[in-house]
């Protein structure tokens, strides 16, 4: 159950745009580097190589030349379905017409897909097709309805937009009014779609509290749009305090390199809950130790897994075979000095591979 | 020599309140989990299992079932005495009358037991038995004297009342009477007892330094009345700074996941010392990289042994069990690489164990 | 290839006075405790004393004898020549005149040595020879290009003069010239001739920037001057953008225990490298956890080497055998897993070892 991810790529891209694709770095990479050279680049080559054909840590070039040679199609097939994903909850709102979406995710990778729905790209997508300032905040609920009809959880980037450093409680109507005024004249205007302030970020987030179906969080290490610092999961006490009485759940993702502090929240509070994802495609063979680290404090039962891939089906696959074998060089390590019992190891497993997705979003059954 | 723990718990109790205590959260467990699929609930059976007569890894209600029938007395000696810790440093200022004091400590595990007092309790029970905000600063003053004619050392919980981002310098003799009012005030129109004005909890700290005895401070994790990030002991900073010339050592508890911070504090100021307690106790089979990363910055003169184990005697016992079984897996990792000579280690160890908190607490001895 | 190191001491000194320098607390060390005994105490003990004819884990005692009788000279020559470094890049703006210049470590090593310039120590020796606050700037930038003819880099110490929260833009030179008075004027009444303003410092990092050298700033862990939580690199984001445009190199020095998010930052940004310098040398065996920890997010183009040695010529010595050590452990045993190929763990050591040096600071001809 990844419990986090977006669609693969449809079509074919040159080494030079898929390089851009497994970094967070948003920037030109220069002439002198090769995003090869990292741990994820060398994870492609040790763990998807095999998959395109080739023997494992193939050079770089020679990989694309068989990725190309296979075409997308074939590759999106082969990684997707050997990744062992059994359901797929998608995240649709960035970038998405150069992506699969949901339905071809489950088509490709012979699985079931589901659908997460991104709260601000809601809000972009009323702007684009018009709305009041005055309107605004009803027109928001009720498209935040209609857009997760069919959707298991939402998913909040306020950390990209600004921060967790933000004031916890639910803002007034009159200020959501206000603020959308002003992106709405800003936005008529020539300025951007995208929304960055904070009054609308929060009323967004309790808009999502509102709906009741998980909140996903992205925390923790992205692209160089957020500011990391700000982005440590502590700074969410306020308002995780602050919504406990609502019993909505709340999956911080990724928290690298905050997945300590992220296992206290999830101890000390009933509806935390968080995965490292992100973290494990980025640090390849020193997932392991990330791994490690994401089972000191928290309940076995508050962990999840997830792969937060975009784009390369390498990094869906990737997310599964990393965790695979950093799950199973940790606790195997724990098995054999006796500390864990090998059943405990295999029923904790259960439960951050499918139990706790299943329970958290009320999928049905387990593995498909 | 366990330098920071409270009492053993006196009464049987049931597995649902046996879990509440076996966590730092102190919310409802929730029907869908279990405490015990946890580090510290499966270090619980691999650990205390076999004292209790069963077999490592022992299924949880099995546990409870010998547990409840070997009765708390029994499995207090048992755990107790096993923990192999020759003197308990006792801190008594939290729900005193649920557990054993340090009397009773002692004679539980047949071995010594010194008191440590709570700053904050003192103030509380002032107050409960009446006092003027005038006579306020020179009663607590008389108070932590009277309090501390046996103690070994104090302890501060600012890091739960506040935080350790408070203005540093000792606060004057009129704003904390002023605090004072407010507080007598506000218990007066049925307020809580609870201090939690940052004036009157430096005025504690100061009272501390003048004291004389050794102050422990609560940092990093614990449960949710403190807010993580602003336990980070380097807000401690400026503080550690000012009180320098008292020549009063400073033992920063847990630190988790702080502690490469702690040490940092404990290499280049030369009264403060660290623990790693109740991190290790909570991380169970991964406590053998909290303890690694405890030996980082840190001179072996500057860290010690705690469990802060508090009611069940699993965590008094584990605190030990984990301690020694992680730094004989780290040190010896080490020996046999060639890199510490196995003399080295052993002092190394005894430091940690005995010496240190001998010297720092004026203790006669050593192991007892 | 060193890329940040002071010179050796060119006296013998004491055995008190030896245990002041393997640390970075600047206090007196107590009478009950030696700086021995910590990670870099041993680490000396296990692979220095066998330079200089001891076995492995001699006695410290019996170590300061041997380097008594050998002499600084020799004990320079021994250690410095089997630090295996064919390129040293010497910073040279800290209680020179203890220390070997650039061309005595050159000499001494029988290797090259290069110079980088301390941007505050170019502002202090210009008010100590004379300057009126309206020329300030401009002498400023006369007398950094004139230090810097023959310099490959030039190093900030904002972070012990102030820490990474400052202000990032630019500052009006109206500022500057008014800063420079109060300096001034307060040197002139006696006041120190350190330079902690921090309009100043950072005037000094943007006369850096366009100098167009490589910065080196000094990052996270250091002596009790600095606050270790105002030195987190991720403070330094917004800086670090506005110079972006710029094409000057940031190099994020030591970063412990920050290295994680140094990592961050040298993917996100093309302009950002790090290395965990001082972490190896006083972290000792676990060392190798820091460099395991600090090939995780970064593209290993923008990884360097380098020890920040000062003084004994053992801190230069260990810095590298430490470095040679842990990344043989670490990359042998991804390698051994079968993660890792051998000829990229070959060429990756040589990236940080060398190669990615060579590039930054334009240095002719990767080993002498």
Chains 1, 2, 3 share one sequence.
Not at 4 to 25: P, R, W
Not at 27 to 48: E, H
Not at 337 to 344: F, R
């Amino acid at each position: 159950m990844d419990h986090h991810v977006h669609g693969a790529l449809k079509d074919d891209v040159s080494q030079s745009v898929f390089e851009t694709l497994i970094t967070e770095s948003d920037r030109a990479i220069p002439a002198w580097m090769s995003q090869f050279d990292s741990q994820v680049g060398f994870a492609i080559r040790r763990w998807c190589a095999p998959v395109l054909g080739l023997p494992r840590h193939a050079a770089a070039a020679e990989y694309m030349k068989a990725r190309a040679s296979l075409g997308t199609d074939e590759v999106n097939r082969r990684l997707l379905s050997g990744a062992g994903v059994g359901h797929f909850l998608v995240e649709t709102g960035y970038r998405g017409d150069e992506i699969l979406n949901p339905e071809q995710m489950g088509q490709s990778a012979g699985q079931r897909a589901s659908e997460v729905v991104r709260l601000e790209a809601v809000a972009e997508s009323i702007v684009e097709s018009g709305v009041t300032a005055k309107s605004f905040p009803e027109r928001y609920v009720q498209a935040l309805a209609n857009a997760t009809t069919h959707a298991v959880g939402v998913k909040s980037i306020i950390a990209y937009r600004w921060g967790f450093d933000f004031e916890p409680a639910r803002p007034a109507k009159v200020a959501v009014i206000e603020a959308a005024r002003n992106w709405l004249e800003a936005f008529a205007n020539g300025g951007p779609l995208k929304v960055e302030d904070p009054v609308l970020l929060r009323f967004f987030l309790w808009a999502g509290v509102d709906r009741g179906l998980p909140i996903q969080l992205h925390t923790g290490y992205g692209d160089p749009d957020l500011r990391l610092d700000r982005c440590n999961p502590l700074l969410l006490t306020p308002w995780i305090k602050l919504i406990e009485p609502a019993s909505v759940d709340i999956m911080l993702l990724h928290c690298y390199p905050y997945h300590r502090e992220a296992g206290y929240l999830a101890q000390v509070f009933p509806h935390v809950y968080f995965d490292v994802g992100l973290g494990v495609n980025y640090t390849g063979v020193q997932s392991e130790q990330i791994l490690a680290e994401s089972l000191e404090l928290t309940p076995f039962s508050k962990l999840l897994f997830s792969s937060d891939a975009w784009g390369p089906a390498e990094l869906h696959y990737l997310g599964s075979a990393l965790w695979r074998q950093g799950m199973t060089n940790v606790l195997q390590r724990w098995v054999d000095a006796g500390d864990w019992s090998e059943d405990d190891a295999i029923r904790v497993v259960n439960m951050i591979a499918t139990e706790n997705a299943t329970r958290v979003y009320k999928l049905a059954g387990g593995r498909s």
